[in-house]
C-alpha cells in the first residue's frame, strides 16, 4: 500500500462560486500533494464580485467536526481562514491549542476584495487574544496587517494615527504571539509585488513577484493553503513560504474571469500545462 499523503485540516467557510473559502483550500493542498480535510465554518453567499451574506454554523458542530477528525487520522498542519464569529474562534482556539506541535498557518480573512466586512471589532479582538499567539505563519496582506496592529490602538479614537510602515505591522503582530509574519504587498504601491518574511530576529525574506494585471478572488485563501500544505509536507518556514508564494503565482498567472467580477487563481494550472504529454 502506498504512504498516504500528509494531511491538512482547514477551517474555512463555504463559497459557492468556488473561488475563495473551503472550495480554495480544498483545490490548493490537493494540487500541492496533501490530503484536505475541510471543517466548515459558515456558509455564505457571495459570487466573483463579493459577499453577501455569512452564515456562521454553531460552534459545538466546529467543535465536533474538527475533533471527529482528529480522533481518527494525524493531522499535518493547521489552516485557518474565515471564522464567522467569536464563539468558532474561542473554539477553534481551544482545539489547536491540545496540539501545540501541529504548524498553524492563518489567513486572517477580515474583508473580501470588493471591502465587504467579514470580521467585526469583537472578532478581530478574539483573533488577536486567542489565535495570534498559537499561530506559526500569519500571512495577512498589508490592508489586514495594518489593521491587526493598529487594533489597540483604534480604542484610543484618534482620528490621526500615523499609517504604519509594513514592518512596523510585522513587529507588532510578532509581539501579539506569532512566530513568523508573511505580509504580502498586492495592495502597495510598488512596480512589483513584494512580499516579506518577519521573525522575532526581523526580516527573513523578502520576494519579488511580477505584478499581474486584475484583481483575484480567493489569493490569499490559495497563498495560506500552498504554505500550510508545504509545512504539512515537512519543509521548513521559509522553504514554504517560498513555496507557497511561487505556487500561487502561478496559479494567479494562470488565472480565468468565470462570472462578472475578479479573476479566480487556476490551482490545477499544472494539469493544464501536461495536456498532450505522457
Known amino acids: 500500500m502506498l504512504q498516504p499523503p500528509p494531511n491538512v485540516l482547514s477551517f474555512a467557510a463555504n463559497d459557492p462560486s468556488g473561488g475563495a473559502g473551503i472550495q480554495a483550500d480544498l483545490l490548493t493542498i490537493a494540487s500541492m500533494g496533501c490530503y484536505p480535510l475541510p471543517v466548515m465554518t459558515a456558509i455564505t453567499v457571495q459570487d466573483t464580485v463579493g459577499v453577501d451574506d455569512i452564515l456562521p454554523f454553531d460552534a459545538d458542530w466546529i467543535d465536533n467536526q474538527a475533533r471527529t477528525i482528529l480522533e481518527d487520522m494525524p493531522v499535518h498542519a493547521f489552516k485557518l481562514g474565515l471564522l464567522g464569529s467569536v464563539e468558532i474562534i474561542t473554539i477553534i482556539a481551544e482545539i489547536v491549542s491540545d496540539y501545540p506541535d501541529i504548524p498553524l498557518i492563518m489567513d486572517p480573512v477580515l474583508a473580501s476584495g470588493r471591502g465587504d466586512e467579514l470580521a467585526n471589532e469583537e472578532m478581530i479582538d478574539a483573533m488577536c487574544r486567542l489565535l495570534l499567539p498559537q499561530v506559526t505563519i500569519l500571512t495577512p496582506n498589508s490592508l489586514e496587517a495594518r489593521r491587526l496592529a493598529q487594533f489597540d490602538e483604534d480604542d484610543d479614537e484618534s482620528e490621526d494615527q500615523p499609517v504604519l510602515s509594513l514592518e512596523e505591522c510585522a513587529i507588532g ?23 516579506s518574511l518577519y521573525d522575532a530576529n526581523g526580516m527573513v525574506r523578502s520576494d519579488e513577484w511580477r505584478r499581474l494585471p486584475g484583481s483575484y478572488h480567493g489569493s490569499g485563501c490559495t497563498l495560506a493553503s500552498a504554505v500550510a500544505a508545504s509545512m504539512a509536507k515537512g519543509l521548513t518556514v521559509t522553504e514554504s513560504v517560498y513555496a507557497g508564494q511561487k505556487y500561487t503565482w502561478q496559479a494567479l498567472n494562470a488565472g480565468f474571469r468565470p462570472g462578472m467580477g475578479q479573476h479566480i487563481p487556476n490551482r490545477l494550472f499544472w494539469a493544464d500545462s501536461a495536456k498532450g504529454t505522457g
Not at 173 to 195: D, F, P, R, S, Y
Open 173 to 195: 503582530l510578532l509581539e501579539m504571539g506569532c512566530e513568523t509574519v508573511l505580509i504580502t504587498g498586492a495592495h502597495e504601491n510598488t512596480a512589483q509585488v513584494v512580499n
